[in-house]
């Protein structure tokens, strides 16, 4: 599997399948638990709104009770189709990946609008021979430049 291939799958297909399974613990090893800390700028200011991957978590799950009532195969299809990896930048161990959400998909109430930009950071954990996410600025209005 290509570098590219690899973070790819962190960051869209392991990410899908434990969001539409509520399961936290099917990605929990795809962070760096001890270097982890994310931004939001989902209000229009950027905020310091995940200082450690629990809070993360914690959120990340409540968003996908959000989605529990969607037929899991609708839902992982859709996801899939709003998202994708638009630059992936790799220096060595690091690595710096853009990844789009622009899509509708299902929720119990009615469709929603997923328009989004973030922004992950990650490195290579050498002797597993794995990408780690150790953060990302996220949610971003899907107008922000992504050359």
Known sequence: MTVDDQIRDVL?????????????????????ESQFTAYSGADGSMRLTYPDL???RADWLAQ???????????LTAQ????????????SGTQALATKIFDGEVDTPVGPTILAW????????HESEHRWLITGFVGYLPSTWSTS
């Open 12 to 32: 869209i297909t392991r990410d899908i399948d434990g969001f539409v399974a509520g399961d936290f613990e099917l990605v929990r090893s795809d962070f760096d």
């Open 54 to 56: 629990e809070g993360y």
């Open 64 to 74: 996908a009770e959000t989605f529990r009532d969607v037929d899991p195969a609708v």
């Open 79 to 90: 996801l899939h189709a709003v998202q994708r990896i638009a630059r992936l930048e790799v």
């Open 117 to 124: 930009t973030t922004y992950y950071f990650l490195r290579a």
